[in-house]
């Protein structure tokens, strides 16, 4: 019997998500972390330290050089996503990247389209679709047991200044619209199996400092008939996070992360959804699945690039002059 050989996954970005990608990988059978890189190399050999990782790269540059890695995962910060995506991909990497995608339509585009010329495994890191919550919401849909007729939802942080989830201080400014709208909008049209034919949003005032707004409100309409709205906030001094409420013709159900109860806050088992509770696993578990079986995969960047043109209109709307 011969044994397969591991496959070999190297890791850009030494923050919050990082480590919780470090965490997943580790349980997952038949994959090596084989690199981790961050934004610097002191802060490389640092995570390498925390994750057991034997090998900390200088640069992206060096873990694309390396031949003995197969695949990237970018939790890197939002601005290099498509950039790097697409270096992945030019050096034969296999890649997953962190929601965004990209921070424009354009080059979400350009991802896609690098991908679709290599070949490769090119996955977003659309987290909604593998959290047993929203999985056991959709089988209860395929089963014909539930219709969708609206999703209500509130994502709400607290971020008067620019720091992580780790109250560390970001070199970069997070945006309501590009990274957390996009969450929504791409699990909207995943769960209903129908595309979003219209789109509204409207935004409240942009912070004097961080220049982005603090506040927005999204409508959708899928074709199927279901609508859904958003709330997003980053000046929310309250409970944090993202809270879904599926209103369906058969029930109403509140999703949050990978816990799931009734509209009677009755708890349900979602444990034997899948073989994790962890929705960054389960993502994980599927790139690595998809590698191995040379398939596209779930939240392939062609399957979520709907998400990024609905985006790309609110970004439009938003820009008109209030009254306009």
């Known amino acids: 019997m011969t044994t397969q050989q591991p496959l070999r996954i190297a890791l850009a970005g030494g923050g919050a998500f990082g480590a919780k990608h470090a965490a997943a990988l580790r349980r997952i059978e038949g994959v090596e972390l084989a690199a981790v890189v961050s934004s610097s190399p002191d802060s ?4 390498a330290a925390e994750q057991g990782v034997g090998r900390a790269a200088g640069s992206l540059a060096e873990v694309l ?5 197969d695949a990237v995962i970018l939790a890197t910060p939002t601005p290099l996503h498509a950039e790097q995506t697409r270096a992945c991909l030019a050096a034969g990497k296999h890649v997953q990247v962190e929601i965004p995608v990209a921070a424009s339509l354009p080059d979400a585009e350009a991802s896609a389209a690098a991908a679709e010329r290599t070949g ?4 977003a890191g659309h987290t909604r679709r593998f959290n047993p919550s929203h999985q056991w919401i959709r089988r ?6 539930l219709s969708i007729q609206q999703l209500d939802v ?5 971020r008067r200044s620019n720091l992580n989830a780790l109250g560390q201080q970001r070199s970069w400014t997070d945006h309501l619209l590009w990274h957390h709208a996009a969450h929504t909008v791409d699990l909207f049209a995943y769960q209903t199996g129908s595309p979003i034919v219209r789109a509204n949003a409207l935004q409240g005032p942009v912070h004097p400092e961080l220049g982005i707004a603090m506040d927005m409100s999204i409508q959708l309409q899928a074709a199927s008939g279901a609508i859904c709205t958003l709330s997003l906030s980053f000046n929310n001094d309250g409970p944090l996070g993202t809270f879904f409420r ?17 509209g009677e806050d009755e708890p349900i088992d979602v444990s034997g959804i899948d073989v994790s509770l962890d929705g960054i696993e389960l993502q994980d578990r599927e790139f690595t699945a998809a590698i191995r079986e040379g398939r596209e995969p779930n939240a392939s960047l062609a399957q979520v690039l709907p ?4 985006l790309a209109d609110l970004e439009r709307q938003l820009a008109e002059p209030v009254g306009a």
């Open 44 to 47: 490389s050999r640092r995570f």
């Open 154 to 158: 509130q994502t709400y942080f607290f």
């Open 307 to 310: 998400c990024y043109r609905t």
């Open 120 to 123: 490769l495994v090119a996955m």
């Open 65 to 69: 050089a390396m031949d003995d890695v």
């Open 246 to 262: 599926y209103i369906g013709d058969t029930g109403t159900y509140l999703a949050r992360y990978d816990d799931l109860v009734t």
């Open 140 to 145: 209860r849909i395929a089963a014909g047991e």
